[in-house]
């Protein structure tokens, strides 16, 4: 009779420091993207004002508003295209590595990395190449680059059970004949192939209007669809058979989750150029600050993705003016050796 309330008693505590525990990480989740959500507002607003033209923070708003200004109309034209293609860019980036490293339960997965972003632009390359008119379903031909470049790499590194390192190999190698491919184009000597693959290469510069519609379609629909998979992407965390116990077509949903992060991936790549590593570093970061449940994962990487690959182009715009540092560059820089730096772990993540 004694031992009945101590055992209660122990419960109740119990329960109330998971629930001290539970309060603590929503509040660490709300806290971090109000940060990075005021990062992304304050670093929109300095790479708008800030370049060869320069203008005040009231100019630019007043001249957006008025369409007086002749100053903020260049900005408006040619500066805020690029602004939310680099955002979108890096949300439909990031996102994407979130579902690839779900479906194969590997830290490693990233859509530059295993060449899905090379097979996207060979196959956009060519597409524009053949069909000029059609540039606005590029992102469509850049899809079948991409699911390409997927099945490859998954075909060839599914008997190691995909591996972290075997998959970055393959990868690689997969990487490396889509490039050589799209580079080979650079040799046919003739002036139109050369400008269309100035429209693929890795640069945000000269972004228009017609781009910011296409990515913001695409690249919307992407967003919202991987929302919806979120609670599909939690249960591949867990074991296969105890996924298969819950009701989940484990295949099935790899399949269409994939096919959500090649979309998402070849829609950046068909307007951005082929970035890497954004993909690999926002889930890793994002799972130190909101947790691994893809509820609040999936959105925080949206953001986070945005706020990385804008920054990056807003240094590489700004550092060394008149001249620009391609984002593409910089994130090679910094990605390099964080994925240096996961290979060495790899054996104690996702529990390999």
Known sequence: MIAKPSTEYSNLSSSKSEQTAYTHQNRKRLWSFIVVCALLIGV?????????LKVGIWQLIQ?????????????????LPRIIVAMMAGAALAVAGVLLQAVMKNPLADSGV???????????????????????????????????ACLMVYGFSWKSGLHPIRLILIGVAVNAIFSGLGQSFNYRGSYAVTSINQVTTSTLAMKKWVDVEIILIYGGIGLILAMLVYSWCNFLALQEKTAKNLGLHVTRTRLLISVIAVILAATATAIAGVIVFIGLLIPHIARQLVGSDHKWLIPFSAVAGALLLLLADTLGRTV???????????????????????????DRIYGR
């Open 320 to 346: 060394l003016a008149p001249n620009e540092i391609p984002a593409s560059i910089i994130m090679a820089v910094i990605g390099g050796p964080f994925l240096i730096f996961l290979i060495t772990r790899s």
């Open 114 to 148: 295993i060449g899905i972003s090379s097979g996207a632009a060979l196959v956009s390359l060519i597409a524009v190449t053949l069909f000029p008119t059609l540039y606005f379903w590029m992102p469509l031909f850049s899809f079948f680059g991409g699911a390409l």
């Open 44 to 52: 929109v607003l300095y790479s708008a004002m800030t370049g060869s």
């Open 63 to 79: 001249g957006l508003w008025t369409g007086n200004d002749n100053q903020v109309n260049v900005v408006r034209d040619l500066r």
